[in-house]
């Protein structure tokens, strides 16, 4: 293939390329692939227009006026891409005025044995493909209006113009292919439709899953169902009956210092995710982490007959998984752990970063038990001790006084005695 050839096909390739991207910065989405489709269709319709007026002027020689003329107002496309970068609702009324009466006159001159009243179909479509849906008063004036002239068109108009003359043949074939085009192009327009229409509600369904996922890992499923039933109402519940666990890792602010970030942040997500499988293993509710803490609830959201059981199990495994664990830093590490019994008082905050928490002085003591227990044990308080019961061994550690509440006579849990199920 000689150069020029090469050369001058990619310039025609590059000046279709900008054509097609023409007014589409900032555009996204929707609005992106509808401005192409529409920059697309006004460099087709003018090539189209051509291609007919030649092939008209192949069995006419006569007849250069008329295929100037349809030539020259299918040209008017080629500025469409200017109207819509400047006004949308612009370039909608000047592609449904021109492309109206653009048929409509070619339907004159060439008549109805021509079958081009059948394009009047496609210009709804096309109008769809490139604006979507709106504005819909619009696209159902534009569709009566189409309507009207194809029916207009079979019933009252005969032949082509008495000025013009039209060879049998070329009617035949514009007639063919006016069934052709025309019904490909609206099963096209329809197939593009519904395509789109699938693939965004797949997407819709995959972001809906994920966004339940995504409300159900930050609230327990009974609370996030109480949410999306009533977005408005508050949630706020009062419970009698609810084992509160904390623990934190013992000196980890000195131990964090002398080690890399990445390692503090492995460490912490290494035993935290294994305390998460713990709480859904003994079916209680992880509250939160605040740096190395970990709290955790038995008898909420859903109240339980035995929540100081579940808490005092999930402790026991908790010193378990940190002894199993301690070995990832060259020092060791143990942790400490408080657990109290009590009513408290749980509920949803926030709008943006939804956080299910709970308050209550059972909640403080549980705290402080943590603060006062010691590394690598469980320190619990009467109200614990009097619910656990003979199901576990406990060591007296006696009374001691604890900021805020006083004097408080308390036990290490020391292990299981029997085993037990919920």
Known sequence: ???????????????????????????????????????AVSALIPLSGISYASLYLLTDAQGLWPAAASVSLFCLFLFWPMIAARSELAAWMFGAVVAVV???LLVWLLGRDSGLHLYFLSIPVIAIVCF?????????????????????????LVGPAPFIRVDDGLLNFLQISAFAVVTGFVTLGVFVGFLHADTAERALEVEYARSEDLLYSLLPREIAGRLKAEPNTT?????????????????????SARLDPRKVVE???GVFTQFDSLADKHELEKIKTIGDAYM?????????????HRAAEMALDMLD?????????????????????????????????????????????????ESYSAPGRILITPAAREQLGDDFAFEPRGEIEVKGIGIVDTWWLTGRRAARGH
């Open 1 to 39: 293939m000689p150069t020029n050839a090469i050369i001058g096909g990619w310039n025609v390739t590059n000046r279709l390329a900008r054509h097609i991207s023409y007014g589409t910065e900032g555009l996204s989405g929707p609005d992106l692939r509808q401005r192409r489709t529409l920059n």
């Open 102 to 104: 653009v048929q409509a």
């Open 132 to 156: 979507g849906t709106r504005p819909i008063g619009g696209l159902l004036g534009l569709a009566v209006v189409c309507a009207a002239a194809m029916a207009f068109a079979e019933l009252l």
């Open 235 to 255: 949630i706020a519940d009062s419970l009698p009956n609810v084992a509160i666990v904390f623990a934190d890792i013992a000196n980890f602010t000195p131990m």
């Open 267 to 269: 460490l912490l997500n």
């Open 296 to 308: 955790v609830a038995a008898g909420m959201p859903n109240s339980c007959g035995d929540p100081a």
């Open 321 to 369: 998984v940190a002894r199993a664990s301690s070995t990832v830093v060259p020092e060791g590490f143990e942790i400490r752990i408080g657990l109290h019994v009590g009513p408290v008082v749980a509920g949803v905050i926030g709008n943006r970063k939804l956080f299910y928490d709970v308050w209550g002085e059972t909640v403080n003591t549980a705290s402080r038990m």
